[in-house]
């Protein structure tokens, strides 16, 4: 089964406006949530991460939205700009000392100019 | 540049063969993830290692195995292999084992089996 669910599959939204996607999470016991992202060709990269016992955390243009009641959780970007365009995953870690991801199906944002 | 290296980039094979697919960790990190990429299945945890011994295992099938060296360098081997095998694997490193340590993810090995 899926434990992480992300939605959109694709995305696509003009230079200066907010992306928004979400994704929403089955296992309570997850207790790390990072969005990664990745360029054609390229390994994924880690963009920004929370953690459940914070409701909202922002780095630049990015911020992460968290409902922890909902399970559910959000990347916002602001100010899209062309550079945006990859695909995005969002995550979950299992707890222990594993740092074993789950991740969400991606989504394919295209920033156009 | 993420400092993790994998070795082939690409990869065309047979089904019913064996492969190996070799990383290199960034210097200094510990631990070694593989995940694999597929289109249906999108980006799967295989297994971690951490200092050489095995930590945590995801949906890794039978047929595939993996081992962390002394020098902490990783490989991954893939046998009887099957065309739904067909997938980029990654490779990823980080400093300790958990989620407190950034997992950094090498560009990937592409395998083609026809």
């Known amino acids: 089964q899926q434990q992480v669910k992300q939605s959109p599959q694709s995305l696509i939204v003009q230079k200066g406006g907010i992306s928004i996607i979400n994704c929403a999470y089955e296992?309570?016991?997850?207790?790390?949530f990072p969005w990664y992202q990745q360029f054609p060709g390229k390994g994924p990269a880690l963009l920004i991460a929370i953690r459940p016992d914070v409701s909202e955390k922002k780095e630049g243009r990015f911020t992460i939205s968290f409902n922890k009641s909902a399970k559910q959780f959000s990347l916002h970007i602001m100010d899209s700009q062309p550079g945006d365009s990859a695909t995005y995953f969002c995550a979950a870690s299992w707890p222990g000392n594993t740092g074993k991801l789950i991740f969400g199906q991606g989504t394919t944002l295209q920033v156009k100019p | 540049d993420s400092g993790v290296t994998q070795t082939p980039k690409h990869l065309i094979t047979a089904t019913g063969q064996r492969v190996t697919l070799r990383c290199s960790p960034r210097?200094?990190?510990?631990?070694v993830y593989w995940y694999q990429q597929s289109l249906d299945q999108g980006l799967q945890f295989l297994i971690q290692y951490y200092n050489g011994e095995e930590r945590a295992k995801g949906n890794i099938l039978e047929r595939f195995s993996a081992q962390q060296f002394p020098d902490l360098h990783s490989e991954l081997n893939l046998s009887s292999l099957e065309l739904g095998d067909s997938a980029l694997y990654f490779c990823?490193?980080?400093?300790?084992?958990?989620?407190?340590?950034?997992?950094?993810f090498g560009p990937g090995t592409r395998l083609t089996v026809t």
């Open positions: 296992n309570t016991a997850f207790d790390y």
């Open positions: 990823a490193s980080s400093a300790g084992q958990g989620d407190f340590y950034e997992q950094y």
């Open positions: 210097s200094g990190d510990l631990s």
